[in-house]
């Protein structure tokens, strides 16, 4: 890390019960009403595995004319709720108003969303609201994979006096179509570990999956990697929710999500090793086929302007100073000149079929 003193943070079962050793923030997106608010928070308290209810009160949308959040009115109720069920309660804050209102409401811990840790203007701004009070914060990745951020925005609210963080890996925005709606790149919240040690670092595996199909799934890899723990969007009717429906899930099913995802976490080792390193190099695959397919795209688009000038396909000078400049490309990286060349070769064959299709089509 580059100039910082060393940060220290609260380790976890300081602070929190755990379960399992392990954290389980859950609730619904927003808080609609009372009456939701309360039967979601009082399932989850049941389970006893949610030490933490999560409900956002003020919501970023990014159009306008949808559920905003309910504001500051859900804050007595959080504050009622969390006197009934014993649990701690986590809000929202995207602006320094949001900050002093949770305060003065005994809110628990706030967290920072996405679309704000993105912004060290903010940050800085809601860092002052909190500064001396030592309220813990959790801190969502922001929405661009980029860690120098996230790490910028864990400063500036570790300066404010504050050592109960927890950081949040939520998912990147990617451009590439993806079965998930935020993309995980796992590398980044290992790396962050890495850089700060002794944070604790939990995955929300809701908002990335962005479908409560892939919840379960993007959970069990967060914990072969060695999470701290998990945020889980959870409303007592999910379909009915009136932010993020498709991701929610039940208080039932989270618990069912829970028993399946925390027995086996006992397994030996060189298991979890295993699943460790499987679940990077299926992220690697992803992003190698995207890259594939964005190249294809440009291949095509090389194809739309030969046949419009009317040149031809094969051209083999082109062809051998991309052979000599990814062979060096990819020695100097290591990999084995023979696989560079059965990879050029494939890569090739590809495009020429390609242009050639496309020409045969535009001639019809
Ligand atoms: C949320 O937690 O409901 C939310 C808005 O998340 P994010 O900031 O990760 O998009
Ligand atoms: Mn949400």
């Known amino acids: 890390m580059s100039g910082t003193a060393q940060l220290s943070f609260v380790p976890l079962d300081a602070w929190l019960p755990l379960y399992h ?23 989850l308290a049941q389970l006893k595995m949610v030490p933490v ?17 309910i504001g500051a009115a859900a804050l007595p109720w959080l504050q009622e709720i969390k006197n009934e069920t014993g649990q701690q309660v986590a809000v929202e804050v995207a602006q320094p108003g949001h900050a002093e209102l949770c305060l003065k409401h005994d809110i628990d811990i706030l967290w920072l969303g996405a679309r704000t840790s993105v912004n060290p203007f903010m940050v800085a701004e809601i860092a002052e609201a909190i500064k001396g009070t030592g ?32 950081a949040v890996h939520r998912g990147f925005h990617g451009y590439h179509k993806s079965r998930y709606r935020n993309i995980p790149l796992w590398n980044l919240p290992l790396t962050l570990k890495k850089e700060l040690p002794g944070i604790p670092v939990i995955c929300d595996p809701s908002h990335i999956a962005g479908n409560r199909k892939w919840v379960e799934e993007v959970a069990e890899k967060a914990i072969a990697l060695n999470m701290d723990g998990l945020m ?34 006992q397994k030996e080792e060189p298991d979890r090793m295993l699943e460790k390193i499987r679940t990077l190099i299926d992220d690697k ?24 000038i009317k040149t031809s396909i094969l051209q083999p000078d082109r ?4 052979a000599a400049d990814r062979k060096e490309k990819g020695i100097s990286l290591g990999l084995k000149p023979g696989f560079v060349d059965k990879l050029l070769t494939l ?13 045969k089509n535009t001639n019809k």
């Open 285 to 308: 695959d992803h992003e190698l086929l995207e890259l594939l397919a964005e190249r294809m795209r440009l291949v095509e688009e090389v194809g739309i302007i030969k046949n419009e």
């Open 232 to 265: 889980i969007e959870s409303h007592y009717k999910p379909d009915q929710a009136l932010t993020d429906p498709l991701q929610q899930i039940t208080p039932e099913e989270l618990h069912g999500l829970l028993n399946n995802l925390l027995a086996p976490r």
């Open 53 to 69: 209810l999560r409900a956002g009160v003020w919501k970023p949308r990014s159009r306008p004319g949808h559920f905003e959040g």
């Open 135 to 166: 309220i813990a914060v959790m801190i969502k990745n922001p929405v661009s994979p980029d860690l120098q951020l996230w790490i910028g925005a864990i400063e500036r609210i570790c300066k404010a006096g504050t050592n109960k963080i927890i």
């Open 21 to 43: 050793n392990f954290l389980v923030v859950a609730g619904p997106c927003s808080v609609e009403n009372r009456e939701q608010l309360e039967t979601t928070a009082k399932g």
């Open 347 to 359: 890569l090739h064959q590809e495009s020429v079929l390609i242009q050639q299709r496309l020409q």
């Open 319 to 322: 062809k051998n100073e991309i």
